[in-house]
């Protein structure tokens, strides 16, 4: 989506360090959401067998996962990743997630990736500059929210269902302003079409006096 510039204020925007390929997981220094990339073309014989074999269907459990997204009409963003471990590096900075990958095997293969996970971390700040944060640098990284002080900080259930052409992104959770402590409900969207933010925003709602 993006590599350090802003994008319009009217639309938020996202980057997340993820690939999926062959039944892979894995964090990588490259922004999304983007078009999933292939799996390798695998050599398959279908002699005595349907000429159209059945989706293939991959799982992994417990994948790391960073997600920078921002909201550049409120002007703040957020971090989806655990910031308070020990120990700050590339790895103690992401949640595990579940990821599905599901193909169809065909000449025109068509692919699906599902994520979701039920207790994710995130912090929320003023601004929306990310160079601090992304690309990862673990030096800049770490800095940042070692000494940048959060608006709000909690946890969130995640999900992210990647296809060929549309890219929906959802947290919901409940987090705590930094300034009193209150509590306050939190939900998330970005939805991504052809490279291009069609409806996303981050909203706060105060849970009670």
Same mark, same amino acid.
Do not use: K
């Given at each position: 989506?993006?590599?350090?510039?802003?994008? *319009?204020? =009217?639309?938020?925007? %996202?980057?997340?360090?993820?690939?999926? /390929?062959?039944?892979? @997981?894995?964090? #990588? +220094?490259?922004?999304?959401?983007?078009?999933?990339?292939?799996?390798?073309?695998?050599?398959?014989?279908?002699?005595?067998? *349907?000429? =159209?074999?059945?989706? %293939?269907?991959?799982?992994?459990?417990? /994948?790391?996962?960073? @997600?920078?997204? #921002? +909201?550049?009409?409120?002007?703040?963003?957020?971090?989806?990743?655990?910031?308070?471990?020990?120990?700050?590096?590339?790895?103690?900075?992401?949640?595990?997630?579940?990821?599905?990958?599901?193909?169809?095997?065909?000449?025109?293969?068509?692919?699906?990736?599902?994520?979701?996970?039920?207790?994710?971390?995130?912090?929320?700040?003023?601004?929306?500059?990310?160079?601090?944060?992304?690309?990862?640098?673990?030096?800049?990284?770490?800095?940042?929210?070692?000494?940048?002080?959060?608006?709000?900080?909690?946890?969130?259930?995640?999900?992210?269902?990647?296809?060929?052409?549309?890219?929906?992104?959802?947290?919901?959770?409940?987090?705590?302003?930094?300034?009193?402590?209150?509590?306050?409900?939190?939900?998330?969207?970005?939805?991504?079409?052809?490279?291009?933010?069609?409806?996303?925003?981050?909203?706060?709602?105060?849970?009670?006096?």
């Amino acid at each position: 989506m993006f590599a350090n510039h802003r994008r *319009p204020a =009217s639309h938020a925007a %996202i980057c997340a360090t993820l690939v999926f /390929l062959a039944g892979v @997981v894995s964090c #990588v +220094d490259n922004p999304l959401p983007s078009e999933p990339r292939q799996s390798p073309a695998i050599a398959l014989d279908f002699a005595n067998n *349907p000429s =159209s074999p059945s989706p %293939i269907i991959l799982r992994r459990d417990g /994948l790391l996962l960073r @997600v920078i997204t #921002v +909201d550049a009409t409120q002007g703040i963003m957020a971090i989806h990743g655990p910031i308070d471990n020990p120990v700050c590096n590339n790895t103690t900075t992401r949640d595990p997630v579940d990821a599905q990958q599901i193909s169809t095997p065909s000449d025109a293969q068509g692919i699906r990736l599902l994520i979701q996970a039920t207790d994710t971390h995130v912090e929320i700040y003023a601004g929306t500059d990310i160079s601090p944060v992304f690309p990862f640098v673990q030096s800049t990284f770490c800095a940042f929210v070692a000494s940048t002080p959060t608006l709000y900080q909690g946890t969130a259930r995640y999900s992210v269902n990647l296809g060929s052409a549309m890219t929906s992104f959802r947290w919901e959770g409940d987090v705590t302003r930094t300034s009193d402590g209150a509590a306050f409900h939190y939900v998330e969207r970005q939805d991504v079409a052809n490279g291009n933010a069609t409806s996303s925003f981050i909203r706060l709602e105060q849970s009670g006096p």
